[in-house]
């Protein structure tokens, strides 16, 4: 395995020739989430919702075959094994040590870049500021990624599916990070000698400058469309056969695989216990969907007892998913959905000329994609589905900043809707909780500065640390330092 040939000096994309035959492992297929309509795809079929109804598709496996360990405890294991070796191979990835529960590729194809090394934070800290009880609060900070955000996860996957089909043009839509991610990836693949070229759509104006930063310096063809995400991702869905783009949004079924992996390591964190709660900010809703399918699978692979219960969080400025969950009353209900409210709340959307505007960039999306899949995962983990105010997802984001390891305006929105759902009684101070923390903190330096130097009066900011102007004089620190 290439992981393994010293020659290789950085992490390493698993070389695999183009070309050459591919053999796809014959127990992975696609299907269609409706149960109704079950139509089943190869895993080389290149198409990004089923030809016969129009919904979206999972990756599935025939278990029987792939036969995963019978206890999560193997990965225990394999996890102390590759600890303290200088790895570069699957064993060291953090989707890959996983890759039992996405059996899609075969070793010799995976893509890494060493993805998924991140940390599950016991935050009492923070549990005590916001009225929990010690030892029952988890932060899952996603923010340690090659690229910064969680999207490198979902990125492992969807290159190995890429290159599995000789794909050499990637191309998404972006809020900013998965162009971040799509463009580290599609270098590292270009170095390893497999030629990719990585084309990002971001809307103008409308990305956090860490964000749009990275994909410049990663070398993605970086177009700034006139137009927010969600015509940035309608662009590339209608262009994609013309301009022969492979798309690595969540709409890639095999994204969400590699994002199934987050919770993996959630609950390795927890010795393989499930928590009570997991909460999640909801953009185009990629976690949401992946996570509620990682759950049951395990669930039903007999590897968990129970599942947990899931709360998705919607900024109150991109809120559809919370309209349609709490105000239209939108169920998957077995997968009898009703497309006909989403799209005639669409047609409203678009005839009252609204667009998503939230501080949190990363969730400022007004039509998700995997709205259908999330449906169904809150069908699934009885969820739950809240919204919240963009000033206090920023206070989210400054205790995290505080307590933790800092995040990004998005990943604060899980802190936000935590407190909102302790308010309101739906989560209770004892419960055992996972807070999902996207991104990296320095993703968006700007809003950081501005919420804690901006001269709005404090009770907007609770937790404001503004810089203190002292003259270049010993007594003049002196006396600021005892302030
Ligand atoms: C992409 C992103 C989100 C939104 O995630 P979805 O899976 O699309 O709902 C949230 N936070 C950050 C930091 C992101 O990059
Ligand atoms: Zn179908």
């Excluded at 940390?119 to 009225?131: F, R, S």
């Excluded at 794909?167 to 580290?184: E, F, H, P, Q, W």
């Excluded at 302790?422 to 996972?434: E, H």
Aim: charged content about 20%; aromatic content about 8%.
């Amino acid at each position: 395995m290439a992981g393994n040939d010293p020659a290789l000096k950085r992490w390493a994309i698993l070389k695999r020739p183009y070309g050459a035959p591919l053999p796809m492992t014959d127990h992975a297929f696609q299907h269609c989430i409706i149960p109704a309509c079950g139509q089943s795809y190869a895993v080389d079929d290149v198409l990004f919702a089923c030809r016969k109804c129009g919904a979206l598709l999972d990756v599935r496996y025939d278990w029987d075959l792939a036969r995963p360990p019978d206890t999560l405890s193997f990965f225990d294991a394999r996890r102390a094994a590759a600890t303290g070796r200088p790895g570069t191979g699957p064993d060291s990835s953090g989707v890959w040590r996983f890759r039992e529960l996405l059996p899609f590729a075969r070793d010799d194809d995976l893509a890494t870049i060493g993805e998924g090394r991140t940390l599950l934070q016991q935050a009492d800290e923070l549990a005590a500021a916001i009225g929990i009880k010690p030892g029952r609060l988890f932060l899952q900070y996603e923010g340690f990624n090659p690229s910064g955000s969680f999207k490198d996860n979902g990125m492992a996957a969807a290159f190995t599916i890429a290159r599995r089909l000789g794909k050499r043009r990637v191309a998404c839509a972006s809020t900013g990070n998965t162009s971040a991610s799509l463009a580290l990836y599609a270098h590292h693949t270009a170095a390893a000698g497999q030629q990719m070229e990585a084309v990002v759509f971001v809307g103008g104006g409308k990305i956090a400058l860490g964000k749009l930063a990275q994909a410049l310096d990663y070398g993605a063809r970086t177009l700034q469309i006139e137009g927010d995400f969600d015509t940035c991702m309608e662009l590339i869905q209608r262009s994609a056969h013309r301009l022969d783009l492979y798309v690595m949004n969540s709409v890639n079924p095999f994204r969400l695989e590699g994002q199934k992996t987050i919770i993996y390591r959630v609950l390795e964190g927890l010795n393989w216990e499930v928590p009570d709660w997991i909460i999640v900010p909801g953009g185009n809703l990629g976690n949401s969907s992946a996570f509620g399918k990682a759950l049951v699978e395990l669930r039903d692979l007999g590897l968990i007892d129970r599942l947990p219960r899931l709360a998705i969080i919607n900024a109150e400025g991109a809120n559809t998913l919370y309209e349609l969950y709490n105000d239209h009353h939108i169920r998957f209900d077995g997968g009898k959905v009703g497309h006909h409210t989403a799209d005639a709340y669409f047609a409203m959307i678009v005839a009252e000329g609204r667009s998503a505007r939230t501080v949190a960039s990363a969730i400022e999306i007004g039509r998700p994609v995997n709205l259908i899949k999330a449906l169904r995962s809150l069908e699934w983990l009885s969820g739950v589905v809240e919204q919240v105010a963009d000033e206090v997802i920023l206070d989210g984001k400054a205790l995290v900043g505080r307590y933790g390891y800092g995040c990004e305006p998005a990943s604060g929105a899980s802190i936000a809707g935590l407190r909102r759902l302790l308010d309101t009684q739906v989560i209770s101070p004892t419960d055992r909780v996972v807070c999902i923390l996207t991104g990296h903190g320095l993703k968006d330096p700007q809003v950081t500065v501005a919420y804690h130097t901006d001269r709005r009066p404090p009770a907007a900011r609770a937790f404001p640390n503004p810089p203190v102007a002292v003259a270049a004089d010993i007594e003049a620190i002196e006396s600021a330092l005892s302030k």
